[in-house]
């Protein structure tokens, strides 16, 4: 959480870091005993109350269920949707939602006969950055967007979510690529990019769903694309 003092009086709010923050357990949340969530609100509050803070923002979790936890604390309120994909349905029916049109574009773009590969090698995580910042520029994206190449290196060999680097190449042309985050359940689309040379056939389609398919191979439950 972020401590920030209230302009002209002693008191302070607080709110939560970049992504979803809240309360987290080893025991699903909704199966928490009645016992340990009345604990939980008392020293929740005490430790409110001696920050001197009036109130604090958090963004829930969409699949942590952390709302049986603080709905009889302060206020839960609707803010936005998430969009996902449900990897417990077949393929079948998950390609059977698509949109005609886009179900179309993507049994074309695999007709084309493109090389989809995770990346093993430094210089294809290299080529990957370059391409991403072609695409911040391209976007007019904030200063905080553009990470340098270690840190796309740190989050690939992160000790315990095994996260991914997705390429699609056109011989030997990348295409478009996706750094996906993966957790025991969960697959989410954390970094993605497509090169100025193929935005024309939108190759991130074939590419969203070909990583739906590797949730699936690696047995995860959802995958995450993002806030609607």
């Not at 987290?24 to 001197?52: D, H, Q, R, Y």
């Not at 994909?85 to 049109?101: A, F, H, I, T, W």
Request: aromatic share 10%.
């Amino acid at each position: 959480m972020i401590k920030r003092k209230i302009e002209g009086s002693e008191y302070f709010d607080m709110t939560c870091v970049y992504g979803y923050s809240g309360p987290l357990s080893n025991i699903s949340l909704e199966n928490l005993p009645t016992a340990i969530t009345t604990k939980f609100k008392v020293a929740f509050t005490g430790f409110m109350k001696e920050e001197l803070a009036i109130c604090i923002f958090s963004r829930l979790h969409p699949f942590l269920n952390q709302h049986h936890l603080l709905e009889n604390i302060g206020g839960i309120k609707d803010n936005g949707t998430t969009l996902y994909v449900d990897l417990s349905m077949s393929e079948e029916e998950q390609r059977n939602g698509y949109d005609k049109r886009l179900g179309r574009q993507i049994r074309s773009l695999r007709k084309m006969g493109f090389v989809i590969k995770e990346a093993d090698t430094i210089q294809e995580i290299e080529h990957f950055a370059e391409m991403y910042y072609k695409n911040m520029d391209r976007l007019h994206a904030s200063s905080n967007y553009y990470f340098d190449v270690q840190h796309f290196i740190n989050l690939l060999n992160e000790e315990y979510m095994k996260n991914k680097l997705i390429l699609i190449y056109n011989g030997p042309n990348l295409m478009c690529g996706a750094l996906i985050l993966l957790s025991d359940n969960i697959v989410r689309n954390h970094l993605s990019a497509t090169s100025p040379d193929y935005l024309s056939i939108s190759p991130s389609k074939l590419l969203t769903d070909e990583i739906s398919m590797i949730g699936r191979r690696l047995g995860k439950r959802s995958f995450t694309l993002g806030a609607a």
